[in-house]
């Protein structure tokens, strides 16, 4: 069903080159508390937390296959808490699977002291049982995805922060145009993609001769490309990428342009805690509330850019390279009761790019 609020491409006054880059960078950081912040009674969880299971299932177990790259991540949006909470639920998926497959052992006779000393003996069968049993099962850290951030102005001092704190967020520090990324963009990460000393994920990796495959994601920012640029970026998904997601916090209608509404006085409830410290951005919030006014506004514009599914098909049509690939969408109350995520996933069935993906070491042909 088509919206009655027809697509106007608005400026958002962040994206703006006389904007300055400060505020920028301020109003980039109040975005990433609204993607990772709950807000009570409204939301049962963080919007980030919702996109982290939408991907779960949607993907399957296929997630295992890819690794997901981020554009127009600004000062790091949703994604390193959908790094937490993916691998997280991955871990635990892991584990689960480790203890279902291990056999129940009888306490044997012999074995009677050694319970009574607290450390229980086992057979000799029963240790080989458990040798059999997968290693990437035995270590949750085998099962892990990677994620890496990317920007046409890149937001290092941020990402490098969020990166410090897992394995498997990483950055790339030049920057990255979502309609034409470079070849070689997987070996520009930082920290370096799959080399990470003594990551077990990557030893796994290598082992087994796993072959991972891009994934590119798009939160919050496909609405930003005019239908040309898109264009341009949905191609460049359908020929470098196995698969792509568009993420959207709105639509276009009117319970999302009222849930904008609402964002100034999250900010002006939350900002103080989150910011603390950050005496420019408080002062920016507070006393001369430029950061909420243009998380609004821009949040209003947003809304009369965001793309139906059909329109983003629309796009695609004419577009090289669509052979093989399935399309799923739906939507998903993040913020009760007017706010919602709109989401758009490309998966390439069979996985390949066409036998040019080779995984570690090699990339995407152009």
Request: aromatic share 10%.
């Amino acid at each position: 069903m088509s919206p009655l609020i027809p697509r106007i491409h608005f400026y958002e006054i962040a994206d703006q080159s006389w904007f300055p880059a400060f505020l920028r960078e301020k109003v980039q950081a109040a975005l990433t508390l609204l993607w990772t912040t709950r807000f009570p009674p409204f939301q049962s969880l963080p919007p980030a937390s919702l996109v982290a299971r939408i991907l779960q299932s949607v993907l399957g177990r296929s997630i295992h296959e890819y690794t997901f790259v981020d554009f127009c991540s600004g000062a790091g949006g949703p994604t390193p808490k959908l790094e937490r909470e993916v691998n997280k639920a991955l871990a635990l998926e892991s584990i689960d699977k480790y203890h279902a497959k291990q056999p129940k052992h009888s306490i044997r006779k012999d074995a009677t002291a050694s319970v009574a000393n607290g450390n229980p003996t086992r057979s000799n069968d029963d240790n080989n049982n458990n040798n059999k049993n997968n290693n990437n099962d035995a270590d949750p850290s085998s099962s892990s995805v990677d994620f890496i951030l990317t920007d046409l102005f890149p937001h290092i001092p941020s990402w490098k922060r969020a990166c410090s704190t897992s394995a498997h967020l990483h950055y790339i520090p030049a920057p990255i145009n979502a309609c034409c990324t470079p070849a070689n963009m997987l070996s520009l990460t930082r920290p370096p993609l799959l080399l990470l000393a003594g990551s077990s994920s990557s030893q796994e990796q290598k082992k087994s001769g796993e072959k991972k495959k891009p994934f590119h994601l798009f939160s919050l920012a496909f609405h930003h490309f005019p239908d040309p640029l898109a264009r341009l970026v949905l191609r460049d998904a359908l020929a470098a990428s196995a698969g792509f997601a568009v993420l959207e916090l709105q639509a276009r209608d009117l319970p999302s342009l009222l849930t904008m509404l609402l964002l100034a006085p999250a900010l002006w409830l939350s900002s103080w805690y989150r910011f603390w410290g950050d005496w420019t951005h408080l002062f920016f919030t507070y006393a001369v509330p430029l950061v909420p006014l243009v998380v609004v506004l821009d949040g209003l514009v947003s809304c009369l850019r965001t793309r139906t599914p059909e329109e983003v098909l629309a796009l695609m049509e004419g577009v090289a390279g669509t052979e093989g690939w399935r399309f799923e969408s739906g939507r998903e109350a993040h913020t009760w009761p007017t706010g919602e995520v709109n989401w758009f996933v490309g998966i390439k069935e069979g996985g390949g790019l066409d036998g040019s993906w080779a995984g570690s070491g090699a990339e995407p042909s152009t």
